[in-house]
């Protein structure tokens, strides 16, 4: 469930970035969560990365998500490439969703993954 949710919301911004009309309705989902997911006071977050493709497209994109352990709220999902600066961009967009002096326990789960 939780990958497909992913999937669609890969594709939602990918459309976004390429300029779509539908990126129209994507960019105020964006300006919502921002606006709604300040000030959070999140005890155990787990950040993992997700690889996917478009449908047409040979690109090969990367939904990086946070999600909060207890309550499964996901204050950052960005897409991208896999590179250490989007990992710093989303380190950096959880820090701004955080409540000041929250510091939650970060988990990486590394799993292995077939080619």
């Known amino acids: 469930m939780l990958a497909h949710l992913l ?9 976004e970035q390429a300029g779509d009309l539908t990126g129209i309705a994507g960019m105020h989902g964006v300006r919502m969560h921002r606006h709604f997911f300040q000030g959070l006071d999140l005890k155990h977050v787990q950040l993992d990365e997700i690889k996917t493709r478009l449908r047409e497209k040979a690109q ?6 946070a999600i909060d352990v207890s309550t499964k709220v996901i204050p ?12 710093n961009r989303v380190i950096h967009r959880l820090k701004d ?8 326990v ?4 590394n799993r292995a993954r077939s080619s």
């Open 7 to 15: 999937a669609q919301s890969v594709n939602a911004q990918a459309f």
């Open 76 to 87: 950052v999902l960005e897409v991208g490439t896999r590179t250490q600066a989007m990992a």
């Open 97 to 104: 969703t955080l409540a000041l002096g929250c510091l939650p």
């Open 60 to 65: 090969e994109l990367w939904a990086w998500v």
């Open 106 to 109: 970060l988990l990486r789960i």
